[in-house]
């Protein structure tokens, strides 16, 4: 079975500062999903990587696929109060979902 | 084009009661995915129709159960209600790919309550 560990588990912060969400796993996976989820709503589509090493951003976020395609991390640079939610980044068969990071900015 | 769209929204149930939940994908759409979505125990995966057809299960008991029908339309049942199935339930539309690089859209989900 293949399983998504995601750190941390929680992540609070203030307006403006910077963090790094991380997405790993022990298996190799062809592509890896990020989704944000906002309460009482599904999850949205936020990107999918595909090749090893990529790196794909998408105005403030910064996501990046690791060489070997066991792992992922997301970076928001300048948190702001709408980025607030849950992330998670998935696998693409069955869409195994990661654990889960949930983030709070506080303005 | 219309996103995925979940009925009811929200639901309460009593113990021991089936529920069936409906699920319209995206236009084109051929893949319905099911997600029971609970604070203790993430997003978990339920079962997954293609083409009218069971491609994929998760371990979840027989209690939960789904169909497709032509237009791509699903529904998924859940008899003898239990109070731990309180949860989100999601579903998720996609092109079909077995390995798919395209991604998933949700719908805003079914929150059931059970009493």
């Known amino acids: 079975t293949q399983l998504l560990e995601q750190s941390p588990q929680f992540l609070s912060i203030q307006e403006g500062e910077n963090l790094t969400v991380y997405c790993n796993s022990s298996?190799?996976?062809?592509?890896l999903q990020w989704y944000r989820q906002e309460p009482g709503e599904g999850p949205v589509l936020l990107v999918t990587v595909v090749t090893g090493g990529e790196v794909k951003k998408l105005k403030r976020l910064t996501f990046q696929f690791g060489d070997a395609r066991k792992d992922s991390s997301l970076h928001i640079t300048a948190a702001q109060p709408g980025d607030t939610g849950l992330y998670l980044c998935?696998?693409?068969?069955?869409?195994?979902f990661g654990t889960g990071t949930r983030l709070q900015v506080f303005p | 084009k219309a996103g995925v769209t979940q009925t009811p929204r929200y639901l309460i149930k009593t113990r021991g009661q089936q529920v069936t939940l409906s699920c319209s994908p995206i236009s084109g759409h051929r893949s319905v995915s099911w997600y029971q979505q609970t604070p203790g125990q993430g997003l978990q995966f339920l079962f997954e129709y293609f083409s009218e057809t069971q491609r994929n299960k998760g371990n979840f008991p027989g209690r939960f159960s789904g169909r497709q029908f032509s237009n791509s339309r699903s529904e998924m049942n859940v008899s003898t209600l239990e109070l731990g199935d309180s949860a989100l339930y999601l579903c998720a539309s996609s092109l079909g790919s077995q390995e798919n690089n395209y991604g998933y859209t949700f719908g805003s989900g079914t929150r059931l309550t059970v009493v």
């Open positions: 998935a696998g693409p068969y069955k869409l195994i």
């Open positions: 298996s190799v996976f062809s592509s």
